[in-house]
């Protein structure tokens, strides 16, 4: 079966690129350096010919409300005006856990309006929910920041390593479509301000977390439990503690930027 990974260089595309290639299907790795590009349409034609699945873990480069809305709207658009011309017979596509209740986020308004585009769409489809990657805490705290300080609610959540996300939707990929949404989470629950916390200590990051009930998610205002999978959810194995332990929980290399300055890849806002 010749599964197509839009984003496959990505933190989660990568590794569903090596679990599915292990399970024997033929993967394609696809991104704008391997010369496919969802929003300009390079490469999509000749990429998706005999694909049977296409698994869509991209994600916007700039977090700004305006750029992420369009990221997702056209890239989506595109990707499945190209599928129904080559029959592709299941689109999957990650998503966030509570991404409908968080509307008052540009971030997830781009990711309201892509799932938007994959249920009105003609292609049998898996949406898959998960929730914060253990990867993510540090780029929640930079988005967080006010005044120097990180500013987050106690609310709960049940964040997941990134391999488990990707074995989540490696799984749904290589089933058939739900034409609905599938859940994943992690093993525990957390109250963000505190793992954040955590997080922040475990890479001597100075930055203090304040614990403020009014503080917003990503712009969005949370209650106690939006951040919260259903009881359906399909659960990862990874425990918080043990990821620490991991070298998957090291900061990823940082590099020089054209500027001169040291930028680090997948350090930002909603990739890791
Ligand atoms: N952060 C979280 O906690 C969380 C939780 C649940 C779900 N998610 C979702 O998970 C998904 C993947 O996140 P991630 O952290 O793995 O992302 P990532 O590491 O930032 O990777 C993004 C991928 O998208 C590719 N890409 C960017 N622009 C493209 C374009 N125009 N055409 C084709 N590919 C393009 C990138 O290619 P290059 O490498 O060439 O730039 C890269 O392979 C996102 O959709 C996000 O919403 C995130």
Known sequence: MKIVVIGGTGLIGSKIVKKLGAEGHQVVAASPDSGVNTLTCEGLGEVLKDASVVVDVSNSPSWEDAAVLKF?????????????????????????????????????????????LIRESSIPYSIVHATQFFEFLKGLADVSLAGGKVHLPPVLFQPMAADDVASGVARVAVGPPANGIVEIAGPEQFRVDDLVRQRLASLKDSREVITDPNARYDGAAVGERTLLPGKD????????????????????????????????????????
């Open 233 to 272: 959810a399909r659960l990862g194995e990874t425990r918080f503690a043990d990821w620490l332990k991991s070298p998957a929980s090291q900061p990823p290399k940082a590099k020089a930027s054209a500027a001169g300055a040291t930028a680090t890849k997948g350090t930002g806002g909603h990739g890791t």
């Open 72 to 116: 997702f709207e056209t890239s989506t658009r595109n990707l499945l005006t190209y599928e129904a011309s080559a029959g592709v017979g299941h689109h999957v596509a990650l998503s966030v856990v509570g991404t409908d209740q968080l509307s008052g986020s540009g971030y997830f308004r781009g990711k309201i309006a892509q799932e938007k």
